[in-house]
């Protein structure tokens, strides 16, 4: 059961309005990597965890922080579209700034939401499920929560560039940080579970029905054989083995054919 | 540029068809964490790497090998659909057996593919491209990877326990094994990568533009300290800073209010 | 079974061509409350209506005219398309006006449609079904449709105010007049089915297997105390029951807690 | 921002597990008119309420306890999947109730999910932002919550005759109650507003700019004249105009006819 | 502007219900190659035709057809769902027929439409109009119309094999009639404008633009020389060409290689 | 199983950066109809190709080739987005050509892919496996990849109009002869099929089950008689029977009318 406070956890206002800014930044907010996902990923992680009630608890705590976050980030998507000339046509023609604000800018952000947030990415896709992973393996998890965090971390840098806006920057700075943390607790969380489970996530598969021949050789599918010199061709595995280096890959099975199909599905 | 060669990289040959697993195996098809994922997420980010050449050659390497897994599995899903026996209404009638295929099978592998492999996820689901990255940055995409290998490789073992066909469980110990190789690569990769760059996404981000007084606080959002004795909220966090735990979070933001919409944008 | 007359409902001439602001008028083409949901929601909740003839018929008269008005602004987004300067690069580089128009255009309108309308929404979004509903009960599908034409015709007054274009605006005044219509006639359905099944939907399910102690109150899960003062809150409910207001949320469950995950699952 | 309370808002405990009612049950978690779209939807109208106070205290209230209903479902879910027999291949041959159940789950909930729940509809589809409005109208928005609430409920209702599990029907009886209360809220809350700006969205566009000769006219579209009867065909609509009825549709437009395209758009 | 007249083209009359068969049904209702998708996108190639007018006038009256086909379809889908026994759950437990319906029966149409069709395909995958093309190229389109009308065919034909419902064979019958009809007419369309424009889609491009030594050769990029054999290899191409056959492929480019990332992208 | 050599099979080489037709040329990559469609769709098709084995290499020659298709123009969009003004706010607020780029560019190039291609269509939509097609019928898909190839190569010609940079001019030469020569070999092989199975797909369904006085008949449901004088209502149809015209539609069915729904439907 949640509860709701109105004061926001970190400042979301901008010095002045931006509609184009507004734009971009939706990408943080309902794109693959924003906001929305990490809260619905982690509440679903939360909500489905059956083991140990620590990481649920660090799930849980994060999934409630990062509904939080999409506040903010709804919040300052309204305060950039406030004023936003959309009614402007004849200035517009006029004047290219306000022309390139109008071009520019989502139009759903006045037509569908006049002038709020919208639940979809920079382009005005809309948010989906399918970016989001609960699995039931808590290493599992961790790492895909560890991707989320440094793949949204990156975006939120790239957005830093992107305006110089002190408000917005300043918001920014703060999502920076929780990202760094978040990214410094799954890694954390994740190495404890790897010492328990091992570095192969799932653990708890019998490693001899595995064809554990293949399990640690790079083979060379690629003209060019830079990739030999890597730690991941050479010396030790991080599960253990060894790796080696295939020059070129061998075909093991049989030839791709299939027999022909009934005349109950129409082939002809 | 391509080359195909007809002989798979391992055979895909199950003991006899079984359409109600065909449905199953899908998922690890074109679900998600399926192999076109993989397959096309290491392409685009081999296409897109603009840094050195044994992490551009290995990400090819391995991407090429992914598109033959995809055939491996298009190809045992074709097998395992012959014979199904979508036509036979009045057997079905009387034999509960043959009933439950026509009830649980894919319809569209009989309609639409005419007992094909479909480009879908087990509830068929179409893929989409919003399941994979290609962020251009080396590390965040090696925890993209490495996260899509753990969850592709927790749904092969999973698929394992759910048929006891000794064809499809011997293609899915090359898979297993070719997933945990690929875990352990990418570990690998990352580790380099971390040692060169730091362990936070973006390492390039100047550490004084972020808020880092909120970089290593694990705040209690939700109820229960049990997430305070995890090694995320105590000690030496994993880029170096000290975990701090806060037993409440705090407000720091101002009230989320907006002002007026604008009378042209329709408020009431 | 259909017929097509050729001369459309209304004008649909635009003054002149206008290639950004037909791309904002995909809005209401293609978008969540675009014509193709209106039309496509009417349609499929009249040959679904399995009660009263005047309702069905009701629906469809309606939804007849909506694919009409799909008609009327395909053909206004074509003219608005018309000499759109996709093949002046060169004085783009030098126009700031035309630079805009290609920039900002949608460039599908071009490079798919070859200057035609597309069955998408104003970020070029395709329409999809998971927009509309038909529910086999009528009264949740005249809900349905008051919101529908509610939201349909804010967007085409918010459109109403982007252009200046006389013929344009014509067209939308006429929209606006049937949307009122189309608001005024699913209110008036609603209320008398209100008046017949009750205001609760659905009003057949046994009001004693509801656990109505919860039926009547507000809980203020939400800081702050502004919502205390409404109408939801204090005196009749419009289902006759009393509002109830409480001050502060109850938990009447239990920990939010599963059982440990099967081995064959492989939680580790 | 938020705060999390671990015990659920109301017992989440069915009696044995059900895995294919696990699957049917997914409608109302993550689908159209599912916990995650009204919740979504609350949280995006509440921050993007540009008006008065007390409208947005109702809509956080409602929001927030909804997070807290998808809450309950997914642990609902979860709880019904737990030992489902997805790895007894052998028994399922010989046993057609447990055949059945493996070829009637969704097979994510054991491949994907681990025995958890899944952001999706009951036929596997992931929930999408484009089920969900926030327009910055607050009546229009008023209309889409009755709208989401009605079909919420009579969902709920069917789900419940579609179980004996009486843990099951306990949580349902309680999710009855609260869509009840949520009908009522909204009602009485768009009734506030229609008195206050109209019975029409938008009630702010100027009356004398819509081509108001076509605001009350049921146009007969499809054959029959059932619809002629109805209380949308005669006497005061609902804005106080006068319903008409035409007993045939009149073209008012000119032909549907473009003018010929460019030749850089290669239309041959 | 469309008119509706309420007896349907074609009988759409089941013997009995079925509905396992409703669900399978759903694939050319709602699927890639549905009625909603011939019915749309003829109807965009339509209102988009910018050229002679007997082709927009065939392409209009197919379409309106086609609308009235969605209806015979979800009207027989409808049928074949009256009485489903989805409240029958103690039956089903004891009759495994029945349980085998309830298990594998589409629960989105008891949930969601109370026993109505769905525009869906037969997996429960809203229709989306990514499925369709009005290209405003008439040869181009013309092809895109063989195409649909063939797969569309296809599956009829399938279905017809998984039923042995003579009400159901009946309008399936209908449905084959028809597609062919669609066939042939799109088919002597192409014709006629291949003669006028060419054969290669578009015909009006400059050859001279074209890098036409790649224009006739069939390339072997996979293993395996059979293709050499075919009539694509040898002798005169469609287009008056004459082919020619690359028993290897040739690499023209120069290395997949980009330059580095600036930092303010954060490459690492 | 796939072999990658790092050269491309044509340069992809654009003569200078060009952000805003990096995000155009997005739609022959990911689109409806890009080279990721026509990609995986023939890999489908040759994998589930059940009959003869030139069809199937044939098919495999021309999959592996798209592969590299895919993999040029992800390099051209990658070169094209090197140095794009993405963080130069200031200088766009001064000169009005760089405030056009970043207003038009898609954001998603700079925040998502830090500067690299994307799998999705020019206006950002992610690639839907929805897009594509492997029937199991041969002449089915042959059609289906006629009309791919045509809608590409249309594609490619506009994009050829949008463009003056030489280096990109000289790539797409080499793509329209490419699609140039597809269109001709599937046209080949397609004439093949119909001749061995005739001109209708399925060929082999039995004609006497389908109600065949319908099978040439085209119905004018479209005002307007000029479809009259086309040569698909006159003469010999393609598949030998002959055309007819019926000047009106015949309903030939029953009223569109359902039972009424049970009441555990809740109707009301």
Redesign the interface.
């Known amino acids: 059961?949640?509860?709701?406070?109105?004061?926001?956890?970190?400042?979301?206002?901008p010095d002045k309005p931006d509609a184009?800014f507004a734009?971009?930044m939706q990408?943080i907010l309902?794109?693959?990597?924003g906001e929305?996902s990490v809260a619905?990923q982690y509440?679903?992680q939360?909500?489905?965890?059956?083991?140990e009630?620590?990481?649920?608890?660090?799930i849980?705590?994060?999934?409630?922080?990062e509904?939080?976050h999409?506040?903010?980030i709804?919040?300052m998507i309204?305060?950039l579209l406030?004023?936003a000339p959309?009614?402007e046509?004849?200035e517009a023609?006029q004047n290219?700034?306000i022309?390139?604000?109008?071009?520019?800018?989502?139009?759903?952000h006045?037509?569908?939401?006049?002038?709020?947030?919208?639940?979809?990415?920079?382009?005005?896709?809309?948010?989906?499920?399918?970016?989001?992973?609960?699995?039931?393996?808590?290493?599992?998890d961790m790492?895909?929560n560890?991707?989320a965090e440094?793949?949204g971390?990156?975006?939120v840098?790239?957005?830093?560039?992107?305006?110089?806006d002190k408000g917005v920057?300043?918001m920014l700075?703060?999502l920076?940080?929780?990202d760094?943390?978040h990214?410094?607790?799954?890694?954390?969380?994740a190495?404890?579970l790897e010492e328990?489970?091992g570095?192969?996530?799932?653990?708890?598969?019998p490693k001899e029905?595995?064809?554990?021949?293949?399990?640690?050789?790079?083979?060379?599918?690629?003209?060019?054989?830079?990739?030999k010199?890597?730690?991941?061709?050479n010396g030790t595995?991080?599960?253990g083995?060894t790796?080696k280096y295939e020059e070129a890959?061998t075909?093991?099975?049989?030839?791709?054919e299939?027999?022909?199909?009934?005349?109950?599905?129409?082939?002809?």
């Open positions: 059961m949640f509860h709701h406070q109105k004061v926001l956890q970190y400042p979301a206002k184009l734009k971009q990408e309902g794109g693959q990597y929305i619905l509440l679903f939360g909500w489905s965890a059956r083991g009630e620590k990481y649920k608890d660090l849980m705590d994060t999934a409630t922080e509904i939080g999409v506040e903010m709804a919040t309204a305060r406030e004023g959309v009614n046509q004849e023609a290219p700034v022309g390139a604000i109008l071009g520019g800018m989502n139009p759903q006045a037509i569908v939401a006049g002038l709020g947030p919208r639940p979809t990415d920079s382009n005005g896709v809309p948010w989906n499920a399918g970016y989001i992973i609960a699995s039931g393996n808590m290493l599992a790492r895909a560890i991707n440094s793949q971390r990156l975006q840098a790239r957005l830093y560039e992107m305006t110089e920057r300043d700075s703060f920076l940080a929780r760094s943390m990214q410094n607790q799954w890694i954390a969380a190495r404890e328990k489970n570095i192969i996530v799932p653990g708890s598969f029905l595995e064809a554990d021949n293949f399990s640690h050789s790079l083979i060379n599918f690629s003209e060019g054989e830079e990739s010199e890597g730690s991941w061709a595995a991080p599960d083995g790796f890959p075909a093991h099975g049989e030839k791709q299939l027999n022909p199909a009934p005349e109950y599905m129409y082939p002809k």
